[in-house]
């Protein structure tokens, strides 16, 4: 069904409705399908066009037998874009961001940036327009592994920041903005507003993607930037041992927390195949762990990716394999993306404020 729903282009703005997060509500069964079209600019004619194209595209997929029931809904009713909890704080990025996707780790050093950037990188490739924030003020790499060490973003004459371009991604780094040494002393609320004024004042354009790597750990740091920024799904990386799972445990806590939901786990450097033995996947950090920890909790492993030395070459020297294409992260890219799909298109309309009651 989404498949199908993805193959329907709003003709003025050239991307499926899906992409667009127009469907919400979508709910299948074997012989019946009902979603809501969400239209924030009801007054174009693609609005009058839609229902027809939707039924017609899955008729012809389905049959005739479907039972469709296509509910249009809207947001004309004077109040703009004014919605309830879970969208607040999407003004400070606009309409043109489509989906904000937080990279977060319960621990440091377990492949954070690397599967940031990588992901980045292969979603791209794939067509999409994207964007990469640095938001570990204390320890940026984004801009090492991007081979733009020591780039400075120009200011356009809106006075907004522009995104250094690479790979076909727009880059920002809190790193170029802050010196670590002096941000290792600032407390949670400092942060927060650096970021929503980073996030608020910079030209992204149009994004399908704003992927974030946020600073490991799940504090009071970490709580509030997920807070201040409207995020449409969080992927956790962990490695296999106990205890980095323990503090994966700990991050889709958080993020359950204030309601984000976890689209899944990416479990880095989850086995070993030596050169010479291409068949073989030694667990060295032990097997099966994420995997567990994933069906326990009901979110999808979404990669496995291996120990693998040309992934830590690459990003050192500013060049990530994705930029050359690596299987692994575009099939990350095609998961993440259909996640999103299905979470945007299954989730409800965002409701509208209730004026009376203030
Ligand atoms: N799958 C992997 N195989 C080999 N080295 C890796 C892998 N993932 C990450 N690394 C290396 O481990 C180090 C930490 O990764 P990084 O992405 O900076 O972690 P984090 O952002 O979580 O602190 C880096 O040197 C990186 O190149
Ligand atoms: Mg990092």
Redesign the pocket.
């Given at each position: 069904m989404i498949d199908v729903l993805s193959g329907i282009i709003d003709t003025d703005k050239g991307k499926d409705i899906v992409r667009l997060g127009l469907v919400r509500d979508l709910r299948v069964t074997e012989d019946d399908v009902s979603f809501t079209i969400f239209l924030k600019d009801p007054g174009r004619p693609f609005a009058f066009e839609v229902e027809s194209i939707c039924i017609d595209a899955i008729r012809s997929e389905f049959g005739s037998e479907m039972q469709i029931q296509v509910k249009m809904d809207n947001e004309m009713i004077g109040l703009g874009d004014l919605t309830v909890d879970g969208d607040k704080g999407a003004q400070a990025l606009g309409d043109n961001v489509l989906n904000t996707i937080a990279v977060a780790?319960g621990?440091?050093?377990?492949?954070?940036?690397?599967?940031?950037?990588n992901l980045a990188i292969a979603l791209a490739r794939q067509g999409y327009e994207v964007g990469i924030m640095d938001a570990?003020i204390y320890?940026p790499?984004i801009p090492t592994?991007f081979g733009i060490e020591g780039a400075r973003p120009n200011v356009n004459q809106n006075r907004q920041i522009v995104p250094i371009q690479k790979y076909g991604v727009k880059v920002l780094s809190m790193g170029f903005l802050v010196d670590p040494d002096k941000a290792v002393i600032w407390r949670g609320p400092m942060v927060s507003s650096a970021i929503k004024q980073f996030l608020g004042e910079t030209d992204w354009g149009d994004l399908d993607f704003l992927i974030m790597?946020l600073p490991?750990g799940t504090g009071d740091i970490q709580l509030t930037i997920v807070q201040t920024v409207p995020l449409s799904g969080a992927l956790i990386?962990s490695t296999p041992q106990r205890v980095a799972l323990a503090d994966a445990r700990k991050g889709v806590a958080m993020f359950e927390q204030v309601n984000v939901p976890v689209l899944g786990i990416v479990e880095?450097?989850?086995y070993f195949t030596p050169p010479d033995l291409p068949g073989r996947k030694y667990y060295l950090f032990g097997e099966g762990g994420a995997k567990a920890l994933a069906a326990e909790l009901g979110i999808p492993v979404l990669a496995e990716?291996?120990?693998?030395?040309?992934?830590?070459?690459?990003?050192?020297e500013g060049e990530p394999v994705s930029a050359t294409g690596y299987k692994l992260f575009e099939d990350l890219a095609v998961s993440v993306a259909r996640v999103v799909a299905v979470r945007n298109a299954t989730k409800p309309t965002s409701k509208k404020i209730d004026i009376l009651r203030r």
């Open positions: 780790s621990k440091g050093g377990v492949g954070k940036s690397t599967v940031a950037v570990d320890g790499s592994m790597d490991p990386v880095n450097m989850a990716l291996p120990i693998d030395e040309s992934l830590r070459r690459s990003c050192d």
